[in-house]
């Protein structure tokens, strides 16, 4: 399983490169979801690749049935990796690391070049390692929150570039 989203900036792949490496823009993107404690540890541009590693605190409103296995405040520690795809774009993955909890997400990103645009495409698989109900645990969090936290990484790339031209 896992869930997949892609999404059109009306900026340039270099513009949407330079916000993705760009601190204010990571930091601006979780505190605006309301994320806390937001730690850049590691922000490294390079000619052909981006290395960001962050941690945040993050509060997740879980079902009835996860409460019992699942804490909703959650520390995260994530790391994206970007690289030059040789044909103009970039390609990149994250794996996120839920500090205390039996859950880990990753996947993989795509950055490609259209005109005057740009096209981030995501798709991320989630595992939740708790007999009985991870799965459960799994689908609700594909079919709600990784969604919704998507949109909402999509909307800060575009008011970033609507306010940063």
């Known amino acids: ?9 009306g900026a340039t792949i270099e513009a949407v490169q330079a916000m993705f490496a760009d601190e204010a823009f990571i930091r601006a993107k979780y505190e605006g979801m309301g994320h806390r404690d937001v730690d850049i540890t590691e922000c490294t541009r390079t000619d052909d690749g981006l290395t960001i590693r962050s941690t ?25 990796t970007w690289t030059d795809d040789g044909a103009g774009g970039w ?13 880990q997400l990753s996947g993989t990103m795509t950055l490609k070049p259209g005109d005057g645009s740009c096209v981030h495409a995501v798709t991320m698989t989630m595992d939740v390692k708790v007999p009985l109900v991870g799965g459960r645990v799994r689908d609700w969090a594909e079919k709600n929150d990784v969604p919704k936290t998507l949109a ?7 008011a970033w570039i609507t306010d940063h031209p």
């Not at 390609?91 to 859950?103: E, L, M, N, R, S």
């Open 1 to 9: 399983m896992g869930v997949s989203d892609s999404h059109t900036y």
């Open 91 to 103: 390609t990149g993955t994250f794996d996120v690391d839920v500090k205390g909890a039996p859950v």
């Open 56 to 80: 945040r605190v993050v509060e997740v409103d879980l079902p009835g049935f996860a409460k019992r296995v699942m804490k909703p405040v959650n520390t995260m520690s994530q790391v994206d």
């Open 152 to 158: 909402a990484e999509f909307a800060a790339g575009d």
